[in-house]
């Protein structure tokens, strides 16, 4: 006989919120926590932001360095406040099992100092993951060249890369948003994919998802794609679905050549066979036959709605279309507009390369 087990209590993960727009990140995630597993870490060289994130614990870096003044923009200064830190982050870093990263690239403390937390966490075998915004380009081509130069050097060190490009904010809100809205929209985004990703591991039920399948997951070669959909009503299974696996903003991925998959079903009461079985064999139709297909089902009765489906399909090749202006080929986004209100289930896209407040409950 099955036992339904509700939590995963010896798992430990670690959220870090690195520069400025992690640390916004980890204020939107604070107060909604609903698992003391997931502790929360604000990383900064600005001791005044740090002093208005709410965190478990705030890790001001390079304060020699800096001063708690920042890194001037300037990636080099994030990387060396970082380098300064050292032995304070892994600290950090080895009391995690596995490690979830909100950052901002184009400024200095996330670009920089982001890949050298990367590389520290992969030293010490941990699996890590990092959700990355990328700058509006209104921001400038020499801000958009160190977020990308930031991202290259990143994806050589973490497990996955989930982008998001402020960019695609505009083409789903309209340019008549006010831009702190639209910030606030990428920052909700960041928090559903990391509040996903979380639940994941630690809501367990009669079939889990544990360290070593999601590690062996984030192990395939390849480009990967992380997809949420979300439902109050069985019937609506199907749809909830096809918002996870379509991302009408970010097409590149071929998901039929994935070679691993993990779904992800999380249910305030119970799943009907027929759904469940409804949900795998749609997946697998669309991946490779060998595709390694790891499928969880967890009963978490706080949901906000009543399911939600949690796709991440790794070891894929990006689509290549024909660009008509040089007949080349590229990759390329092939957009169509969604509804604005259905910005909080657009699934992201992974690029995977490898190998102080008081507490409160996530």
């Known amino acids: 006989m099955f036992q339904l087990i509700q939590q995963n209590d010896g798992l430990s993960i670690g959220v870090f919120g690195i520069g400025g727009c992690g640390c916004n ?25 740090l002093e208005h994130t709410q965190s478990d614990e705030a890790v001001l870096i390079g304060a020699e360095l800096t001063h708690g003044y920042g890194a001037g923009a300037d990636p080099k200064v994030g990387l060396q406040a970082a380098e300064e830190s050292k032995e304070q982050l892994l600290t ?3 009391g995690c099992d ?20 990367a590389e520290l966490a992969s030293e010490q075998g941990k699996p890590i993951i990092f959700v990355a915004t990328l700058p509006f380009s209104s921001e400038g081509q020499f801000r958009s060249n160190i977020a990308q130069a930031g991202l290259n050097e990143l994806k050589e060190h973490a497990n996955a890369v989930i982008t998001l490009p402020n960019d695609q904010l505009i083409e789903v809100l309209g340019n008549d948003i006010g831009l702190f809205d639209a910030f606030k929209y990428s920052n909700q985004i960041l928090h559903s994919l990391i509040k996903s990703l979380i639940d994941m591991l630690c809501f367990q ?19 990967a794609v992380l997809g949420v959909g979300k439902c109050d009503e069985e019937s609506e299974l199907t749809t909830a679905l096809d918002a996870a696996l379509n991302n009408p903003l970010v097409n590149q991925v071929d998901m039929s050549s994935s070679t691993g998959v993990i779904i992800q079903v999380n249910c305030k009461d119970e799943i009907s ?5 409804l949900i795998t064999d749609t997946v697998r139709q669309q991946v490779s036959p060998n595709a390694l297909v790891i499928c969880g089902v967890s009963k978490i ?3 906000a709605t009543n399911y939600e489906l949690l796709v991440i399909a790794t070891g894929a090749s990006s689509k290549m279309i024909l660009d008509d202006t040089t007949g080349q080929s590229s990759s390329k986004v092939v957009a169509t507009k969604p509804k604005a209100s259905d910005i909080f289930d657009i699934p992201a896209f992974i690029r995977n390369q490898s190998a102080p407040p008081s507490k409160s409950t996530l």
């Open 273 to 277: 066979l027929g759904s469940y079985n």
């Open 25 to 49: 990140t980890l204020n939107s995630i604070f107060e909604q926590r609903e698992s003391e597993q997931a502790h929360l870490y604000s990383v900064n060289t600005d001791k005044v932001v």
């Open 92 to 94: 950090l870093i080895n």
């Open 301 to 303: 009765e706080n949901l």
């Open 205 to 223: 039920g009669l079939i889990n998802v544990d360290l070593n399948d999601f590690a062996k997951i984030m192990d395939c070669q390849g480009d």
């Open 98 to 117: 596995i490690i979830l990263c909100a950052t901002g690239l184009g400024g200095g403390t996330g670009t920089g100092a982001s890949p050298y937390i």
